[in-house]
């Protein structure tokens, strides 16, 4: 499959499809509408990125369907892989929580308890907000997963791939670009979610680049992430 992929496009045109991508993905963030909320604006950056993605992979002659959006071979092992990122993204977590003050240089606290607030409204309590805006979040899960491991990820092992480590890199860059996209600076939250990146980016490529054990595991973290904010 990733042979097939690898042969519709060279590094060259590969560079200009990630500037064309990159650059829309952060730059659609300056476009912000205050009537319609955050939950709708972010739907509509994550859909401006999601055609520019479709159309690069047009051009190349990829679809969502080569990059692992397509029905998975084995329920069973769906499951596994699911249930092996919701074990190991808690507990990379607190193992940088036990060891972020060794860290030499000053990490941005993590305000996004904060941020939330202003984002969704409080949700304290109030399970009609929660269940009208869950449909949107999940939606908002699966997109980052086609983007950033389906899409991404995929379009820069081709751009190493003159490296035996192409592999490596593609993980490790994915993860720090979804880090920082969450909160634009070096913080405990932009590690936080650079390490749900890394680990979902290794569950996608060492168990067969299909997204759907990433979409469920991210639907899931996000879920549980809102619930906690109502009780």
């Not at 679809?63 to 808690?90: D, H, Q, S």
Request: glycine share 6%; aromatic share 12%.
């Amino acid at each position: 499959m990733q042979t097939q992929i690898s042969n519709q496009y060279n590094t060259k045109g590969i560079l200009v499809d990630l500037v064309l991508y990159i650059s829309v993905m952060f730059l659609v963030r300056e476009i912000y509408f205050p009537n319609v909320g955050f939950i709708a604006n972010g739907l509509f950056w994550s859909f401006s990125t999601l055609v520019v993605a479709t159309w690069r992979m047009k051009v190349r002659r990829v679809t969502w369907y080569a990059l692992g959006l397509r029905k998975p071979e084995n329920v069973k092992k769906t499951l596994m892989v699911t249930g092996f990122i919701l074990m190991c993204i808690p507990a990379s977590i607190i193992i940088f929580e036990i060891i972020k003050d060794q860290i030499p240089f000053l990490l941005e606290p993590d305000t996004s308890e904060e941020s939330a607030v202003s984002k969704f409204g409080n949700l304290k309590g109030n399970w009609i907000l929660f269940f009208s805006i869950i449909p949107f979040i999940l939606i908002e899960s699966m997109l980052e997963e086609l983007l950033d491991r389906g899409f991404l990820m995929n379009w820069l092992e081709r751009l190493f791939s003159k490296v035996s480590y192409a592999t490596v890199l593609a993980v490790i860059i994915q993860a720090a670009i979804f880090g920082f996209r969450h909160s634009y600076d070096l913080s405990e939250r932009s590690i936080t979610v650079g390490l749900i990146g890394l680990i979902m980016g290794i569950a996608y490529m060492a168990f067969g680049r299909n997204l759907w054990p990433l979409i469920i595991a991210h639907c899931i973290l996000n879920t549980m992430s809102m619930v906690d904010r109502v009780m």
